[in-house]
């Protein structure tokens, strides 16, 4: 399968400060999605980015659709405690067929207040 | 708003007994998919399905039965389970189509003894 490298794995940082996380693969993808993780809950999406360069805003989010389309980042500023939780970021592709979705190992975002 | 829903939430089961996990949407999307969750790996693909009658293996099919005789119900089957597969299982489904974000249904967490 391919693979998506996420990093970092896990983020400790203090209410109100800025988050960052990326994610890269050795593969193109055509659309690229961020999705947040709540405990005993599943996926739910948070941006979707379709074509390369593309940055794209939802909130306190932004997200950016690398140029080479192999990777992607998402920004999360002035953190507040409910941010808390694990986010993955996901490709798909157009060779692999049909909404196929790869996920990245996701990131661990812990905010203390 | 029902959305995605799988049943059942939590299930044990012993090493070689058979289970279905089920799951259904009522927003009529033609794309459902099966995905599992182990830590530290991000969510796996099992199978798919682009519409009734229409399924196919994902990244990790192998010990794994899918079925789509409606639109609505994309069950899951173990028909031997093994220990391996101890994991989080979720449902998704979308409109076809690249640009169609997936939702997901909040999981059914298996454990096999």
């Known amino acids: 399968g391919q693979q998506l490298n996420q990093s970092p794995q896990s983020m400790f940082i203090q209410e109100g400060e800025d988050v960052s996380m990326n994610c890269t693969s050795s593969s193109i993808f055509n659309t690229w999605l961020w999705y947040k993780q709540d405990p005993g809950e599943g996926p739910v999406l948070l941006i979707a980015?379709?074509?390369?360069?593309e940055l794209t805003s939802n909130g306190r989010l932004t997200a950016q659709f690398g140029i080479t389309r192999k990777d992607s980042f998402l920004n999360i500023s002035a953190s507040i405690p409910s941010d808390v939780g694990i986010y993955f970021c996901a490709g798909l592709s157009y060779q692999t067929g049909a909404n196929n979705l790869f996920f990245g190992t996701g990131t661990r975002l812990t905010v203390i207040p | 708003n029902a959305g995605v829903t799988q049943t059942p939430k939590f299930q044990v089961l012993k090493t070689g007994q058979s289970m279905t996990l089920q799951c259904a949407q009522d927003?009529?999307?033609?794309?459902m998919s099966w995905y599992r969750q182990d830590p530290g790996m991000g969510l796996r693909l099992i199978h798919y399905?682009?519409?009734?009658?229409?399924?196919d293996q994902g990244e990790v099919p192998n010990g794994y039965n899918v079925s789509r005789s409606t639109t609505e119900d994309f069950p899951l089957r173990l028909l031997s389970a093994a220990p391996s597969q101890t994991s989080v299982y979720f449902c998704?489904?979308?409109?076809?189509?690249?640009?169609?974000?997936?939702?997901f249904g909040d999981g059914t967490r298996l454990s096999i003894l």
């Open positions: 399905s682009v519409g009734a009658g229409i399924t």
């Open positions: 998704a489904s979308s409109y076809t189509g690249s640009n169609q974000p997936q939702h």
């Open positions: 927003m009529n999307h033609e794309y």
């Open positions: 980015l379709y074509k390369a360069g």
